[in-house]
Structures are given as structure tokens and as C-alpha cells.
């Protein structure tokens, strides 16, 4: 069975839901995290879950938080365990477990820090277009899905609800947060996706980009957040299938978006997907788990 809302009877505060995430207030300090397995594509919610993924996503952000990329720079991973959740939440563990995550509350900049080892998407729009992504100049003669020479951070704006995300030049992110923290928020996603995708690539999945959140902490120091680098927050393609001069078939979504697309209700909120999608996409996410962290999934 798909959990595809919490529902703490007010056991705690929910600070906010986000498409995939209901945040609950735990303490002055830290946040309950927890994954529903909500799914969207092109920016909505579907009615039904897929099960497990959002246990899929947390143990995947927990593997990076705690071993690959533990040492590139602070984060606010606590814990995943229920023993350290206090006793009046012990009874909704057929919610938490698994799927939640403490974490440091902190206050998060406004800039989602996407980074870009490969041309795709709405960079290979716009490059198609000016010859630039994100404004910077990007050499001629690209194809599409083609290696950057060295991976671009190309922040966007975090949108607020409903509002879709807009593509900025790195100068303004200047603007928003400036200029000591931007340099510090290029430097960590460059240092981040560097080496998850060195490590990635070894086990047959390109990292072709990905988006990572930062927070600040009381003692100033830029911290890693949210979730990260995940089937959700990023492009993962099967290096055995890649090809330049071509789009790749997205990792996850790609039997959701196809269907919703053949059916004519793309963007189209409340859908209720069928059982061979709700299937192969949940094939999908175990994939990407099991092939990114050497290691079978087991449900917990
Ligand atoms: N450590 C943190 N402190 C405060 N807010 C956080 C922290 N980590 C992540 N967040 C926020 O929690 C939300 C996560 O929920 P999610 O479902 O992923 O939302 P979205 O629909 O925006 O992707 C995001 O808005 C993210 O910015
Ligand atoms: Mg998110």
C-alpha cells in the first residue's frame, strides 16, 4: 500500500507539504522529514502512490548523506531511526519508519543549486535557441546529451507553491543571497556533483544533473539540505543505453509522462494512474536504489 499523506493527529506542527514531503516541526531545532510516496510529473501530484518510494528516496539520501559525500561539507542528516523519536510519535511508525528523516532545521536560501554535467532538457532548449544555458556561453557545435567539459552550475529560483521554477544567470544569485554564500553554493554543488557522479558512473547510472538546497546554520556555516540526488532531484540515465545526438529516456518518470501524454491528461491534477505504471516506475526507483548503493533493497 502507497502512503501518499501523513497523518500525526497533531502529535506535532506540519510545517509544510511539499509535492513528495510532509515537514513536521519537531523541535526548535530539527525537523521531521518525512517521504510519502506521492508522485508528480510536469508539476502535479497524481492521486495514487507508488509504493515504497518514499522510503526508496530517504535511504538513498541517507547513503549519500553518510558515506559517498559525507566529507565534501556539512549537512543536516540526523537520523532515519525511530529510536530517536520521542515516545508520543512511537505509535505512528507504520508512517514514520523508513520513511522520515531528523534533520537540522535551518534556514534555507532561496536558490535551487542545480548543477549540469551534461547538455538536456531546458538547457539543450535554450542552448538550441542562443547558444548559451543559463545565460553563460557555452562552446558551439554541442549536440544534445553531450558532456559539458566541466559541469555548470546553473541555479534556478526556488518557485513558491504551484509556481514553476525560472532559469538564472549565476550573477543573480548575487542578488538574491550575495556574494561570499553564492561562491560558497557554486563551490559545494560543483564539489558535490564531481563526486557522486565519478562514484555513479562506476556502477552504470550518469548523473546527467541534479539539484541540491542549502541552508544556513546559527554559526554561518552553508549547509547541505532537502533530499539529494535521487531519481527526484535528478537526471539519471543507464550509461549502457547513452548516446549523444539524442534525448535519453528519463530514469523514472518516463512510463508515467509517456501515459499520461498518450492519454491526454498531461498537467492535469488527480490522476489515478493505473497498476502496470504504479509498476514499472516503482521498478524503476528500486533500480536506481539497489544499482547506486551496491546493495538490495530490503523493506523495513
Ligand atoms: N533542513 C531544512 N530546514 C528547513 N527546510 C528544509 C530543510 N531541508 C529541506 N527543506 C524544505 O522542505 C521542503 C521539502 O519538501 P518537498 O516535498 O521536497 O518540497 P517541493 O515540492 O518544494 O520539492 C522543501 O521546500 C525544502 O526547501
Ligand atoms: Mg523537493
Known amino acids: 500500500m502507497a502512503l501518499t499523506c501523513t497523518d500525526l493527529r497533531g502529535t506535532l506542527p506540519l510545517l509544510a507539504q511539499g509535492k513528495v514531503r510532509d515537514v513536521y516541526t519537531l523541535s526548535s531545532n530539527h525537523l521531521l522529514f518525512v517521504a ?33 559525500l559525507k566529507d565534501v561539507g556539512p549537512n543536516h542528516f540526523v537520523s532515519s531511526s525511530m529510536d530517536f523519536l520521542p515516545e508520543k510519535l512511537q505509535k505512528y511508525s507504520a508512517q514514520l519508519k523508513g ?31 542562443s547558444g548559451t544555458v543559463h545565460g553563460i556561453q557555452v562552446p558551439e557545435g554541442m ?5 559539458f567539459e566541466k559541469p555548470l552550475f546553473t541555479p534556478s529560483t ?55 538546497e542549502f541552508g544556513l546554520d546559527e554559526d554561518k556555516n552553508v549547509v547541505l539540505v532537502d533530499e539529494i540526488l535521487t531519481p527526484d532531484s535528478s537526471r539519471f540515465w543507464l550509461a549502457s543505453t547513452y548516446q549523444t545526438g539524442r534525448s535519453q529516456d528519463s530514469y523514472d518518470k518516463q512510463f508515467l509522462r509517456d501515459w499520461l501524454t498518450k492519454n491526454g491528461v498531461k498537467g492535469r ?21 539497489e544499482l547506486l548503493t551496491g546493495s538490495e533493497w530490503k523493506e523495513t
Open 269 to 289: 491534477p488527480g490522476i489515478v494512474m493505473p497498476d502496470e505504471i504504479i509498476l514499472e516506475t516503482s521498478k524503476k526507483y528500486h533500480e536506481a536504489y
Open 143 to 147: 549536440v544534445e546529451s553531450q558532456a
Open 158 to 212: 526556488k518557485a513558491a507553491q504551484g509556481q514553476h521554477d525560472e532559469n538564472i544567470h549565476p550573477d543573480k544569485v548575487v542578488q538574491l543571497v550575495g556574494h561570499e554564500y553564492t561562491k560558497k553554493i557554486e563551490e559545494l554543488s560543483l564539489a558535490l556533483y564531481t563526486r557522486a557522479r565519478d562514484y555513479a558512473v562506476e556502477r552504470g547510472i550518469i548523473i546527467a544533473d541534479t539539484k541540491f
Open 99 to 129: 520513511r522520515s528523516m531528523v534533520v537540522k532545521k535551518l534556514q534555507v536560501f532561496p536558490v535551487e543549486a542545480i548543477v549540469r554535467g551534461y547538455l538536456t532538457g531546458s538547457a539543450w532548449v535554450e542552448y538550441k535557441k
Open 36 to 68: 510519502t510516496d506521492r508522485i508528480s510529473a510536469y508539476d502535479v501530484i497524481m492521486k495514487n502512490g507508488i509504493p515504497n518510494k518514499g522510503k526508496l528516496l530517504t535511504a538513498l539520501s541517507e547513503f549519500w548523506f553518510t558515506t559517498v
